[in-house]
């Protein structure tokens, strides 16, 4: 059974990073390693870097991911800032900066990277589009699922194995399992 090293503490990130790799027959580890995060407007640089850098520290192959919302009204707002400004202000923050907004079209995006220790980081992307709702629904996930609306519910409305499958993650996630696996 092949073994990927998921390098996270981001338990939201680990349950849907397991449910959908067993589906696939890999084994999946968390190792929660706090690697550096570089200040970038690219969520694929921002990955590279983590996975270059935690590979080279726990000398394993790795991954890391890096996801964020991105909305349309707000000019990408707050995209790669997006663990940083959930901390500040939340969903209530979020939904109070939409008051009266129309357009209310937004997006997840997440980059996998890949590296082995010594190697370049390869990164495999994902996204997937919604709204953000008038209101909080929902308790499940995390972060910003509650106000993410895909198709008439939102994320938090969503069972794990709902999400995974339209989610940016498991977009991404879907295509480096294709890869890591092409050889098998
Ligand atoms: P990072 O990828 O750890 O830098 O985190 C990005 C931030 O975006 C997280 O802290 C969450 O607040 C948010 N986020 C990323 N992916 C999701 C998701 O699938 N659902 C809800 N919020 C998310």
Known sequence: MKIVYFV????????EAKEMFEKLGIDMQ?????YPEIQSDNLGEI???????AAMYL????????????????KGFPGPYS????????N?????????VKNRNAQFKSVVGYCEPGKEAITFSGSVEGEISEESRG???????????????????MSTEEKNKVSHRCMAL???AEWFCKDI
């Open 92 to 100: 209530e923050g979020i939904l109070k900066l939409m008051r009266g």
């Open 8 to 15: 996270t503490g981001n338990l939201g990130k680990v349950r």
């Open 174 to 176: 879907r295509k480096f």
């Open 59 to 74: 000398k394993k192959p790795i991954i890391v991911e890096d996801a964020g919302m991105f909305i349309s009204a707000l």
């Open 83 to 90: 663990a940083f400004i959930f901390k500040c202000i939340g």
């Open 30 to 34: 968390q190792i929660s390693y706090g």
């Open 139 to 157: 308790n499940m996930g995390f972060g910003y699922d509650p106000i993410f609306l895909h198709q008439k519910k939102t994320f938090a409305q």
């Open 47 to 53: 990955a590279k870097y983590g996975a270059k850098n």
